[in-house]
């Protein structure tokens, strides 16, 4: 079974300075981890995705993660915080083997501080 | 238009009255998914399409029941619906081999149990 740990529900930064959003999975396999982000009223956008190749993967819009299989985790960072970076981000382990069923992380709900 | 049409955007509903939400989609692919989510949940997965043929229950299939009508139209029915059901639905498609993880949201439908 495979399950996703978002480590804070709320993160507040000021414009400028970095992020950091914390993931924990876990996983009976090697999975796909991916990151979404939802603004308010908004769908859910693809952030960027692990899938076994490089573990430092760059996203859009300045986002990137690191995969740590040692400690299990998948945080996502950006430098520099945005104030349209402002919205909530979910943390999706999906396992392989054909399962490409989602299982999502419960959400950071991310403040950006003018 | 949207690669993934999710049909009504938002609506109000009584305790006990049957309900239809709709997906449709111009992607292309043979998986679909309904979701829906909660403040403090994420996302938890309902149903699941792998093919037209291919229905399978997915986390919290309990109160819901789906239909695919042909490889673009995926839709949720509840049939008798209850206050707890009051949500975000999310219908998504996959494509396993896609670069980005092949997985496009929906705009998402707003449901409300009166």
């Known amino acids: 079974a495979q399950s996703v740990t978002q480590l804070d529900s709320h993160v507040s930064v000021s414009e400028g300075t970095p992020v950091l959003l914390r993931c924990n999975y876990s996983?009976?396999?090697?999975?796909?981890l991916f990151w979404y982000v939802q603004h308010p009223n908004k769908g859910l956008q693809l952030l960027l995705k692990?899938?076994?190749?490089?573990?430092l993967v760059k996203g859009i819009n300045g986002f990137e993660a690191e995969f740590k299989k040692s400690e299990t985790s998948f945080h996502l960072t950006k430098p520099s915080a945005h104030m349209s970076d402002a919205a909530e981000y979910f943390c999706v382990v999906s396992e392989p083997f054909g399962n490409e069923k989602l299982t999502f992380g419960t959400g950071t709900r991310l403040t950006i501080i003018p | 238009d949207a690669d993934v049409t999710q049909t009504p955007r938002n609506r109000i509903t009584k305790t006990g009255k049957r309900i239809m939400l709709e997906c449709s989609q111009t992607k292309g692919h043979d998986r679909m998914y309904w979701y829906r989510q909660d403040p403090g949940l994420g996302l938890r997965l309902i149903y699941y399409s792998f093919d037209v043929k291919d229905i399978n229950k997915g986390e919290i299939s309990d109160g819901y029941s789906v239909s695919r009508q042909a490889q673009a139209k995926f839709s949720l029915s509840l049939e008798s619906a209850i206050p707890n059901q009051t949500a975000l639905y999310f219908c998504a498609t996959s494509d396993p081999s896609g670069v980005w993880g092949g997985y496009t949201f929906g705009s998402g439908t707003r449901l409300t149990v009166v």
């Open positions: 996983s009976s396999y090697s999975p796909s």
């Open positions: 692990y899938t076994s190749a490089a573990t």
